[in-house]
């Protein structure tokens, strides 16, 4: 009687698949580190940082507006992101699409619905209650209801909707984390539109003349589509949309029906019973309920990251909600394992930004819809003007730290005071001020300096 070959070929599979898995992770950081490399290229050249806005490339479609920053512009390369801002009307879809990066994306105003597909195998989980004589019952997968101040996080290749369903404008801003593992199709940010015949938002055609790109079916022969849905040859030819005028966001008549939960039942679930059809994506961190530093009179800071979006550990993404009042700061701070990619939502501040030699960098009364990149361990200080300042900042690590230089708990804070004392040549009473500056919070208030004032008065 021959012996039994089960275990051997137990182990074969299991060293064959333990083989696999190790080739499959050297390739992922290999790919990583020439990502981190070209990043490093980039951050490198940077002797000067500068505000910028969505002036690179614009989209006028039938139901609202896209707008792109110059994603080869040396910060956003150096933080291995693009950046792309839809202003949508009322009653405007904007049409489904994936991308090759994973996203962030910050809603500023409105509201609306979004709908996305977590993972391809997950079930349609919405559905129309079953009624007699009903032919046909609505099944899709989930859809949120949105509003401003909430951030959705996107997985590469993962395709979602929205649509505004209120009375104002649904202004979003969109971050593409080009330089992530996830995209292996380069640093160049490509979107995959599932309808529509629009522009490539990023303007891959140039500044002056984008390519028209139309969309995912349109590269399917028009009989093989037809067979494929079992639909008419008009019809695949309507899903292909070559005479679609409307580009990405469309206007729809009527309002958009669609099976969702009563407005207001927004689930708030602790992860523990979380699977990967049911991950939580939505955060509302701009809410002042979310704050995790209040300070009354100067402002208040939201921090989001795997920890509180588990999501997030997959996108390497975390995001900074800061709101300062009237004349509001921010104290000297830096992001210990991120560069943080700051979008301005709100008010006027000036920020200035300092490297490693000691150079001032940037130095800026920035404004509503203006970005600055603040490149890893480079040192930031936040001044509010009169209107108060506000920003969201996306960083480039699942859970973004930072570190400050005044206040409690900070860098100088923990020295000893004699140390304090030599590196400044300053007397013990000074060095014990110095150390015990800004004992309570890192958010505080002061008056604009002189020079803050002229500059507010000249932007």
């Given at each position: 009687m021959g012996k039994p070959v089960i275990k051997p070929l137990v182990v074969l599979l299991l060293s064959l698949i333990l083989v696999s898995e190790c080739a499959a992770i050297h390739s992922q950081k290999r790919r990583m580190g020439q990502r981190v490399k070209l990043s490093l290229e980039e951050c490198g050249e940077l002797e000067k940082l500068e505000a910028i806005e969505p002036d690179y490339y614009r989209i006028e479609a039938e139901g609202g507006v896209t707008e792109s920053w110059n994603h080869t512009n040396k910060m956003l390369r150096c933080a291995g992101v693009a950046l792309v801002r839809r202003t949508v009307k009322p009653g405007g879809l904007v049409l489904p699409s994936y991308t090759n990066a994973p996203q962030l994306m910050y809603y500023v105003q409105g509201s609306g619905i979004q709908g996305m597909t977590i993972f391809p195998s997950c079930p349609e989980s919405f559905e129309e209650p079953e009624e007699a004589g009903q032919e046909y019952r609505e099944q899709h997968q989930k859809v949120h209801e949105i509003r401003g101040g909430d951030i959705i996080a996107i997985p590469a290749g993962i395709g979602y909707w929205f649509y505004n369903n209120g009375d104002v404008p649904l202004v979003v801003v969109i971050l593409l984390h080009t330089n992530n593992v996830a995209n292996q199709l380069g640093t160049l940010p490509r979107r995959f539109y599932i309808a529509g015949n629009t522009e490539d938002e990023h303007g891959e055609g140039g500044r002056e003349k984008s390519i028209s790109g139309r969309n995912v079916f349109s590269g399917i022969s028009l009989n093989l589509l037809a067979q494929v849905f079992g639909v008419r040859v008009e019809t695949a030819r309507k899903i292909q949309g070559p005479d679609d005028k409307r580009k990405n966001i469309v206007m729809v008549e009527g309002g958009l029906d669609v099976v969702r939960p009563e407005p207001g039942s927004r689930a708030n679930a602790n992860g523990l019973e979380e699977t990967i059809c049911t991950l939580?994506?939505?955060?509302?961190?701009?809410?002042?309920?979310?704050?995790?530093?209040?300070?009354?009179?100067?402002?208040?800071?939201?921090?989001?990251?795997?920890?509180?979006?588990?999501?997030?550990?997959?996108?390497?993404?975390?995001?900074?909600?800061?709101?300062?009042?009237?004349?509001?700061?921010?104290?000297?701070?830096?992001?210990?394992?991120?560069?943080?990619?700051?979008?301005?939502?709100?008010?006027?501040?000036?920020?200035?930004?300092?490297d490693n030699k000691g150079k001032n960098v940037f130095d800026n009364v920035m404004e509503e819809g203006q970005v600055v990149v603040i490149p890893q361990n480079f040192v930031a200080v936040m001044h509010a003007g009169e209107e108060g300042f506000e920003w969201i900042a996306f960083k480039t690590g699942e859970n973004a730290m930072i570190n400050t230089l005044i206040g409690e708990s900070s860098a100088i804070r923990v020295l000893p005071v004699d140390v304090v004392a030599n590196m400044y040549q300053v007397s013990r009473e000074d060095a014990q001020r110095i150390k015990e500056a800004r004992d309570q919070a890192i958010l505080f208030t002061l008056p604009p300096l002189e020079e803050e004032t002229d500059g507010m008065a000249k932007a």
């Open positions: 939580r994506v939505r955060e509302a961190v701009g809410s002042a309920a979310r704050a995790d530093i209040y300070v009354p009179h100067a402002g208040r800071i939201a921090t989001l990251n795997s920890i509180k979006l588990p999501i997030l550990a997959d996108l390497q993404l975390s995001a900074e909600r800061g709101v300062l009042y009237k004349y509001g700061v921010y104290v000297p701070h830096w992001n210990l394992n991120a560069h943080s990619v700051m979008y301005v939502t709100g008010g006027r501040g000036r920020v200035q930004v300092g």
